[in-house]
T-cell receptor, first 113, second 115 residues
Framework: KQEVTQIPAALSVPEGENLVLNCSFT??????LQWFRQDPGKGLTSLLL?????REQTSGRLNASLDKSSGRSTLYIAASQPGDSATYLC????????????FGKGTTLSVSS | NAGVTQTPKFQVLKTGQSMTLQCAQD?????MSWYRQDPGMGLRLIHY???????DQGEVPNGYNVSRSTTEDFPLRLLSAAPSQTSVYFC??????????????FGPGTRLTVL
């Protein structure tokens, strides 16, 4: 059974710091991996999608990497801002559970000014 | 495109009542699914559909029914609401499951409270 783990569960950093969020998964047979952002009481915003054949994707200050063989992904946020404060969710799409996304429980990021 | 839409945004039910959560997408996506999000549990799949007329169960299907009569709509029915069904419900869709078509798009969610 695919399991997705995100470490740390919570992270507090000062504004301007570069940071890395970690995601690990137990079954490397995935189609893709998505990173989402969720603000309190809100829905999910897709940040980056990495197909299984890709190694990384970049969007602005965000960079996500994928190492399928080791079952790991990282989300790198450069020059963090208070507006980056949110919960970041990692999810993998595989053959299990109806070929649906399997989510981690998220990392809650707080960036102080 | 409106993307994935969900109604209602908020709902309060009494135990035993039934209701339908609506989900619609205007992107001609074949794959649609329902998740629930609970504190400490993350998002979990309830039901999914790979096309009109085809549905199947996910991880937590008990107490919920679905149908898919059109490509656009995928309603989720609560047959007899229970307090354990208090949660935030998200609908998602994707064009397909292979290649670049497998990016999933989420609706804004329905916040359900069962008293």
């Amino acid at each position: 059974k695919q399991e997705v783990t995100q470490i740390p569960a919570a992270l507090s950093v000062p504004e301007g710091e570069n940071l890395v969020l970690n995601c690990s998964f137990t079954d490397s047979a995935i189609y893709n991996l998505q990173w989402f952002r969720q603000d309190p009481g809100k829905g999910l915003t897709s940040l980056l999608l990495i197909q299984s054949s890709q190694r990384e994707q970049t969007s602005g200050r965000l960079n996500a990497s994928l190492d399928k063989s080791s079952g790991r992904s990282t989300l790198y946020i450069a020059a963090s801002q208070p507006g980056d404060s949110a919960t970041y969710l990692c999810a993998v799409l595989g053959n299990q559970a109806g070929t649906a996304l399997i989510f981690g429980k998220g990392t809650t990021l707080s960036v102080s000014s | 495109n409106a993307g994935v839409t969900q109604t209602p945004k908020f709902q309060v039910l009494k135990t035993g009542q039934s209701m339908t959560l609506q989900c619609a997408q205007d992107m001609n996506h074949e794959y649609m699914s329902w998740y629930r999000q609970d504190p400490g549990m993350g998002l979990r799949l309830i039901h999914y559909s790979v096309g009109a007329g085809i549905t199947d169960q996910g991880e937590v299907p008990n107490g919920y029914n679905v149908s898919r009569s059109t490509t656009e709509d995928f309603p989720l029915r609560l047959l007899s609401a229970a307090p354990s069904q208090t949660s935030v419900y998200f609908c998602a869709s994707s064009l397909g499951l292979a290649g670049v078509s497998n990016e999933q798009f989420f609706g804004p969610g329905t916040r359900l409270t069962v008293l």
